[in-house]
């Protein structure tokens, strides 16, 4: 049974007047322990990430990019095709771009997370997870990387010394393969349903399948996406259930990833 857990989630996702989700960040901040702020290319510009570091700093959650590919109109969950020096040029520039507001405001970047299709590309494909990683050996060794546990990534980020961050997808369904199910579009679902999944994978190790049998997970962080419909409803309900059981929601630094 886990004590403590990080909680995380993908913040700053709209784009000039446009807001993506329901518009709940502010609320959302005080709730989470690390918050994944878009870095310009599905979403998020210049002033919305300079306002969300802000309200970071103001609640005491620490920061990490969230770069995706380059798809402002698909939100970065369509799959682009691109060679792999291009792909990781696009997410040390999206990182440098967070880490110059970040710096401003007098603070640090925790991690980095690809967002959306890019997530579940390097989370399979071993030349692409090879090369960012060794890309952020030189930008930053210090750096986690959040990803699935089990993944690509996640093994060769082990193997060559970058620390990690494993998720457990709260508000996405799971496969036999102990891998989410990727879809573009998530319908609202049921608080409760949401927080006895965590409570479960936290005090079990189990998650239900789509295929209706249970596998299991392991995890250091539990990931609800802000634009999921009801997001602030699902985190409320989550952080209570957690409570109940006596299990803590706390930074990234007190986590042990094996």
Known sequence: MKQHIDLNSDLGEGFGPWTIGDGVDDQLMPLISSA????????????????TIAMAKQHGVGIGAHPGFRDL??????????????????????????????????MSLQHVKPHGALYMHVSRDEELSRALVSALQQVDPTLHLYCMAGSVVHRVALEMGQPVVREFY?????????????????????????????????????????????????????????DTPGALELVRATRSALAERDIAVTGIDKLVSA
């Open 36 to 51: 994944n702020i878009a870095t310009g290319f599905h979403a998020g510009d210049p002033s919305i990430m300079r306002k």
């Open 73 to 106: 109109v698909g939100f970065g969950r369509r799959h682009i095709h691109a060679r792999t020096e291009e792909l990781v040029n696009d997410v040390v520039y999206q990182l440098g771009a967070l880490r110059e507001f970040a710096r401003l405001a007098g």
């Open 170 to 226: 709260a508000d996405r369904d799971y496969d036999m393969s102990g891998s989410i199910v990727f879809t573009r579009r998530v319908e609202a679902l049921d608080p409760q349903a949401i927080a006895s999944k965590v409570v479960r994978a936290c005090t079990e190790g189990l998650v239900q399948t789509v295929e209706g049998q249970d596998v299991a997970i392991e995890f250091d962080s539990v990931c609800i996406h802000s």
